[in-house]
């Protein structure tokens, strides 16, 4: 199939920038075919967020979105940070202790996976072809070098490769222009930085994995409009990370960790630590009385403007979280990642009207430094790197420093180089770590909650989680980190196990896989590469 331009991934990104491309060609009386194709069953069954929506990218492209009905329906009305010293024990932060950028004045309360939704109505009502249950499966190239489109993915492989019944073959989408925008740690994404040499000027990307819960409260304790931001306890050592829980529409409320992927100690569970973080009286508040209902984990890129990788190679645009746009300081992504797609949109609309030749070296590039993207991230540059290099209180008391008197302008620099995945350290060397058992009110266990995420994948198909290295699971990283893939997957996806002998066995439950990514990102031997299953498989979240 020919189209002028694919999309892969429909989560903000892409659909900005479906939706800002065919609006370019509308305003000029222009033909232009674009596709978006979506591994998720449906748009928004894989998009998790926190999320606190900042609207200034929305605003650009649909300056009326309120009379277009879109899901920005909570203001926030009230900011609360905290610092936890302890499971019982808490610091309340004054708004003048809080850098300016974590303020959310004039912010949404929101399911991003609903705004996606309601995006994805607008780009099919522009002209778009939006075609979920499909994964990109593999990057198409011309004779050149350049990219020519994507081929989505075989339905109907047995676990043996061969076809059962029912199989269909994938499609090839050929397009002049492809955007990837796959998300955190997209797995095309990831070949084409390593193809092109995208990150030859940047720094090592750094992650954190986000866990999050959708609670039902009573209506009598719902505050619509009420955020909370905090850090501290129950990360401890060189682990660090931080918390929010959100009063939302509904009477519902999210609540989530983000754990950071560059912790040392392979005992830590950042699906435990976030099981005891709600006991803490500063969250259980808000959660007493209250009964789950979702549960999800997503990787987030927090590497900032020096991680960046260049967004363009020949044929195909890189945006979003996929590249890594993610502004730290504010704890947010959903709006760069929409103006990186509308600057995209602009980039290759700007190139087809000027010539039918595609597969060119676009100016992204350039244009993403001309614009108030590239100004934003470039004032938060310093956020994470900053904690990382001085730790938690003179990195936070810096970054005040920066962000209130400076406005992120600072004539320093701090760069971390040190991948994720490089820091952790031997177990021998590092405490045990004792996690409370979950008490099925207020905590709970991995399997109860993967089921409570809608995860499905057709059980007889090709494993999706594939080891280079077969021996090393049970060699290196048993014998060194007491194989950590058992604790940082927060969905039970990775077990040890003995056989009737005794013997232990490395076992991969590819079906709770929630395509989180940590394990491509965090396993201390890079032994594991996360691809596609086949389309449609994975979470089904709702207003996730």
């Known amino acids: 199939m020919e189209f002028d331009v694919v999309i892969v991934g429909a989560g903000p990104a892409g659909l900005s920038s479906a939706c800002k491309l065919l609006q370019l060609a509308q305003d000029k009386g222009q033909e232009l075919s674009v596709c978006v194709v979506e591994k998720g069953s ?141 998300g955190c740690r997209g797995h095309l994404g990831k070949q084409l930085i390593s193809k092109y040499n995208l990150d030859a000027d940047a720094v090592s ?67 435990d630590e976030f099981q005891r973080l709600k006991h803490h009286p500063v969250l259980k508040q808000h959660l007493a009385g209250g009964s789950r209902v979702s549960y999800g984990a997503r990787a987030v890129e927090k590497g900032g403007l020096f991680a960046l990788p260049s967004m363009s190679m020949p044929g195909a645009l890189l945006i979003g979280c996929d590249a890594g746009t993610m502004n730290y300081s504010k704890i947010k992504g959903s709006h760069t990642a929409m103006k990186s797609g509308m600057l995209a949109a602009e980039t290759i609309f700007a190139e087809l009207s000027t010539t039918a030749e595609g597969s060119k070296q676009l100016p992204m590039d350039d244009n993403f430094k001309a614009s108030w993207l590239y100004d934003e991230l470039y004032r938060a540059r310093n956020f994470g790197a900053a904690m990382h290099k001085l730790g938690f209180w003179f990195g936070a008391a810096y970054n005040w420093v920066e962000q209130n008197l400076f406005g992120g302008k600072l004539p320093i620099n701090f760069k971390d180089d040190s991948p994720d995945y490089a820091q952790m350290k031997p177990a021998s060397q590092m405490p045990s770590i004792d996690y409370p058992k979950a008490d099925g009110v207020i905590s709970f266990d991995k399997l109860s909650s993967v089921f409570l995420s809608g995860t499905n994948h057709e059980e007889d198909q090709p494993c999706h989680l594939v080891l280079k290295d077969g021996s090393l699971p049970l060699g290196a990283n048993l014998a060194n980190w007491d194989e950590p893939a058992q604790r940082y997957c927060p969905a039970g996806v990775y077990e040890i196990i003995e056989d009737e002998s005794g013997t232990p066995q490395f076992q991969i439950n590819g079906q709770n896989c929630l395509h989180c990514k940590t394990c491509d990102i965090k396993d201390p031997s890079q032994n594991i590469t996360w691809v596609v299953p086949e389309g449609a498989g994975g979470p089904s979240y709702p207003n996730m």
């Not at 339905?155 to 994938?170: I, R, W």
């Not at 929010?244 to 569970?269: E, T, W």
Request: glycine share 14%.
């Open 205 to 271: 990307q750094h992650y954190g994995i986000g866990i999050k819960e959708l609670w039902d409260i009573p209506a009598d304790k719902h505050q619509p409009g009420l955020v909370l931001h905090g850090s501290g306890w129950p990360l401890t050592g060189n682990a660090s990370g931080g918390w929010f829980l959100y009063h939302g529409d509904n009477n519902q409320v999210v609540v989530g960790l983000i754990v950071d992927l560059n912790y040392d100690n392979p005992h830590l569970s950042p699906f």
């Open 42 to 182: 449906e748009v928004g069954a894989h998009i998790l967020s926190g999320a606190i929506l900042e609207p200034s990218a929305l605003n650009e492209l649909f300056p009326d979105w309120q009379a277009m009905g879109a899901p920005l329906n909570t203001p926030v009305v009230k900011d609360e940070v905290h610092i936890l010293r302890g499971p019982e024990s808490g610091i309340p932060l004054p708004g003048f202790f809080i850098p300016k950028p974590m303020h959310n004045e004039g912010n949404y309360i929101v399911s991003l996976g609903n705004v996606c939704r309601w995006l994805a109505e607008q780009a099919e009502s522009l002209g778009a072809e939006v075609f979920p249950g499909f994964a990109a499966a593999e990057v198409l190239y011309n004779d050149d070098g350049s990219v020519k489109g994507i081929a989505t993915g075989d339905m109907g492989v047995g676990a043996d490769g061969e076809p059962k019944d029912g199989y269909m073959p994938g499609m090839e989408l050929h397009a002049k222009y492809t955007i990837f925008s796959e």
